[in-house]
């Protein structure tokens, strides 16, 4: 049985962290895709996120979404390398929640059950870590999952 609901390499974890920071400075929004694996172990499903992808982004400081041009680009850095287990963005100054435009979002093109939203804040920190939070869409509504930050060896 898995410890955590979900994994990220930390590599994928510094890309988005990079992201965000970069963009919070402008006082805006950023968005990415994680790619990965769904895993089955003693009946239970976990998810394993290995890489983090993004393309251009439209955003404000409480909006973000993927330009038009952003999907051509995708499409070339998402071949080969797994599935598309969730999607990432941040709240620069909110904290970390599913807004109902978020919750939308996960509905509509995230809605299989291994599917999760990362959100992270990049401007509160959780100890010496930028504050983050992994959720899934539950009865309506959403729940935090619990997931760990995967350090390579060596």
Known sequence: MAQYDVYIDEAAVRKAEKQFRDAARNGKEAMGL??????????????????YVTAPNDS????????????SELSGKIRGKG???????SHPGYGCFLSSTDMATQHRYFSEKFHFALVMDPTRREGSAMLKRAFRLKDGGYEEVSFAVVRKRG
């Open 34 to 51: 994680l790619l990965g694996n769904v895993f089955h172990s003693d009946g239970s499903e976990f998810v394993h996120a290995t890489d």
């Open 60 to 71: 404000t400081a409480v909006s973000v979404r993927f330009t038009r041009q952003a999907f």
């Open 83 to 89: 599935l598309i287990v969730a999607w990432a963005h």
